[in-house]
């Protein structure tokens, strides 16, 4: 097993990691109906300048959209959930060890890191490419939504360190 002192620290940090991951996903709702409703709008304001109604297709694809994203976002948050357990077991192996372990620890996150900007950026090309043939103010409101994701999770990589970082995009 270990000593009653690890036993506790990897308590401790089960319990943390639980309740960040429950927190995580209520802001996470609240930020996707925010966003996809700041979509919705747009798209209105398009519709009023030019006098038309929104088909009907526009307005399902937003709703496959949302769902996509928020099944995403569910996933991410259960792998951030499995790596915060990780880092709390990398962490405490190395107070006990030497600097190996945090090596490890930050060689793992910085993988988990370009991994989900890789699916960030296939997401933001699968989107821009569905709305392409639209008009202008369509496509602008898919940058402004897509811009917010990408300060959405950027937030969560400087939250995994603890620190400010510079992204490459």
Avoid: P
Wanted: aromatic fraction near 6%; charged fraction near 30%.
């Amino acid at each position: 097993m270990g000593s009653r002192k690890d036993r506790m620290i990897n308590e401790a940090a089960r319990r943390r990691a639980a309740k960040m991951y429950g927190d995580m996903l209520k802001e996470n709702n609240a930020l996707l109906k925010k966003e996809v409703g700041w979509l919705l709008s747009d798209m209105g304001k398009s519709r009023k300048i030019m006098g038309q109604d929104l088909s009907n297709s526009l307005k399902r694809s937003c709703q496959e959209m949302a769902s996509d994203l928020h099944r995403w976002i569910v996933e991410n948050e259960k792998n951030r959930l499995q790596a915060i357990g990780q880092d709390a077991q990398l962490r405490a192996a190395a107070a006990r060890n030497n600097t190996n372990s945090t090596r490890e620890y930050l060689q793992s996150f910085n993988s988990q890191h370009r991994e989900r900007a890789m699916v960030m950026r296939e997401n933001r090309a699968l989107y821009v490419k569905r709305l392409v043939n639209g008009d202008r103010s369509r496509i602008n409101g898919a940058k402004k939504y897509m811009n917010g994701q990408r300060k959405y999770l950027l937030d969560l990589l400087d939250q995994d360190f603890g620190v400010k970082r510079n992204y490459v995009w």
